[in-house]
């Protein structure tokens, strides 16, 4: 499905959804949904009084897992300086790789959760997580370790990807390294670590001829193929992405018209991340260069310490109307549906479906515009997860807080 202006949500006025085991078993006009179904002893009944009821979002891109902040660099990047210039400085990315190596698993699964917690109060039901300030085999598979440690304490779900090829240290050999990435591929498909590589193919980091090679091989170990592409500078990702027919490249805000249209032949999602270009203070990617290149779009957070410390998925829908422009539609399509198939959860996420995950973002009032409307409101009167209440009458429920680091 390309996004074009022909997209209309379906709505269905005063309805109804009955779950069993998590998932959906009936949903409907409410009137109809009740005479099918006969609630039992047990049965949980929630009565959204009139509120718009939303599939739970899905955040398809985060670097959710770091030790600390970045807030200097802000700071200096509002004085002029340049992010790949800090980078290059020994600051960045290679920042929050210092800080990694420094801080022990425990601590880095409790800032994890904090953030998680976050992301769940504003909307999101699904989320992938990227390793990547690592930066090395074994600090690599550590990060991924951790990953794994807060996805069976919540049992929410956390989609891994191992982003190895983040950034080369100075004093590492290239060639070495690259090697390491290749290993970890391996071990972390073996080991059920990580479900999708990532690469960030970017004018400075790593070249589409490295990103060819990494990508080759991770899929050959049995991952997903994703890139960030073309973030700062046109460097041949989204070109690079259609020829291996990735599943996403992510960013393409300098991408080329000719980038972009290749990647639609070949069926690459094009994950837009409006809250980066929000950050860096950085012109976001056009919906209509999107809509003209007729290509399938999704939208995520990119959540991480120094280009998009955004947790909110319903914020990433408000910025990808205003900023982007895209409809609310197009943004709501982008967040659900289209997010799942990113993470390889379509099947299972992303819309009120029969068969489908009971995942549900109930708003606090009833018009669904609200989301675009007021940004940064807290919109989440709930947020069910497979069934579970994790934000009850606008707060976490009981079940969250049993998401701690002992
Ligand atoms: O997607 N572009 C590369 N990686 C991240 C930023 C990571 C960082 O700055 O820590 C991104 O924007
Ligand atoms: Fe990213």
Request: glycine letters at 8%; aromatic letters at 4%.
């Amino acid at each position: 499905m390309a996004l074009g202006p022909e997209l209309a949500l379906s709505e269905i006025a005063d309805g109804a959804i009955v779950a069993h085991r998590g998932k959906i078993v009936d949903l409907g006009p409410t009137a109809e949904v009740l005479e099918r179904t006969t609630p039992g002893p047990d049965t949980r009944m929630i009565d959204a009084q009139g509120r718009a009821v939303l599939p739970g979002l899905v955040d398809p891109h985060t670097h959710m897992l770091y030790a600390l902040d970045r807030m200097d660099e802000m700071e200096l990047r509002h004085q002029g300086r340049g992010y790949l210039e800090i980078l290059a400085a020994g600051g960045g990315i290679l920042k929050s790789m210092r800080d990694f190596r420094a801080t022990d698993d425990d601590t880095l699964a409790a800032r994890l959760l904090e953030r998680l917690k976050e992301a769940v109060a504003s909307g999101t039901v699904a989320l992938e997580v990227k390793s990547g300030y690592g930066l090395s085999l074994k600090e690599e598979m550590r990060a991924l370790g951790v990953i794994e440690k807060v996805r069976k304490l919540t049992a929410f779900p956390i989609v891994p990807t191992l982003m190895a090829a983040h950034a080369l240290l100075p004093d590492v050999e290239r060639e070495a390294y690259l090697k390491e990435c290749d290993q970890a591929a391996t071990r972390a498909a073996k080991a059920g670590l990580a479900k999708a590589a990532d690469v960030f193919v970017e004018e400075g980091v790593f070249t589409p001829e490295e990103g060819r090679r990494l990508l080759t091989h991770a899929r050959q170990a049995g991952l997903r193929v994703r890139l960030h592409a073309d973030e700062l500078a046109p460097s041949g990702g989204a070109e690079l992405a259609a020829e291996l027919g990735a599943v996403s490249a992510d960013h393409l805000t300098a991408a080329t018209d000719e980038g972009l249209a290749e990647m639609a032949r070949a069926g690459v999602t094009a994950v837009v991340l409006p809250g980066t270009s929000f950050f860096l203070h950085r012109a976001p990617l056009a919906a209509e260069r999107v809509r003209q290149a007729g290509l399938i779009a999704a939208l995520a957070t990119d959540c991480n310490p120094g280009s998009s410390p955004f947790r909110s998925m319903a914020m990433m829908v408000a910025l990808a109307f205003h900023q982007n422009r895209f409809t609310v539609a197009e943004a709501l399509t982008m967040a659900t549906i289209n997010a799942a198939h990113v993470i390889g959860e379509a099947l299972s996420l992303g819309s009120l479906t029969v068969g489908k995950r009971c995942s549900l973002f109930v708003l606090s009032g009833e018009d669904v515009r609200d989301l675009v409307y007021r940004p940064g409101a807290p919109l989440a009167w709930a947020v069910v997860e497979s069934g579970r209440v994790l934000i009850g009458q606008g707060r976490p429920t009981e079940e969250v807080a049993t998401w701690t680091i002992s």
